[in-house]
């Protein structure tokens, strides 16, 4: 059984800084491609960013320059830091990862941290 479980999240206000975190746990073999994804009230769910598992990252147009996204491979663990934070930011942030096991390649999600922008 593989799990994703976020953490980091919280109240901030404008201009702060957070830092997310995601855990990769259970049966595995390797953890490819991982990402951040958001979802804002009455909105679809976006990409934040994406990184490989040898660090080449992929950022949304709306967080380039303000967020970084970095992994520890050795513990299976994805990092979001998110500074000059804006209230359009606002979010339910999810971890997302290719996960390889023993049956195979699977995409598994998070359960989600809520992320509020507000002063």
């Known amino acids: 059984q593989v799990q994703l479980v976020e953490s980091g999240g919280g109240l901030v206000q404008p201009g702060g800084s957070l830092r997310l975190s995601c855990v990769a746990s259970?049966?595995?073999?390797?953890?490819?491609?991982m990402g951040w994804y958001r979802q804002a009230p009455g909105k679809q769910r976006e990409l934040v960013a994406t990184?490989?598992?040898?660090?080449?990252?992929n950022y949304a147009t709306s967080v380039k320059g303000r967020f970084t996204i970095s992994r520890d491979n050795a513990k299976n663990t994805l990092y979001l830091q998110m500074n000059s934070l804006k209230p359009e930011d606002t979010a339910v942030y999810y971890c997302?990862?290719?996960?390889?096991?023993?049956?195979?390649?699977?995409?598994?999600w998070g359960q989600g941290t809520q992320v509020t922008v507000s002063s």
């Open positions: 259970g049966s595995i073999f390797s953890v490819n491609h």
């Open positions: 990184i490989t598992s040898d660090g080449s990252t």
């Open positions: 997302n990862a290719d996960i390889e096991t023993w049956v195979g390649t699977t995409a598994y």
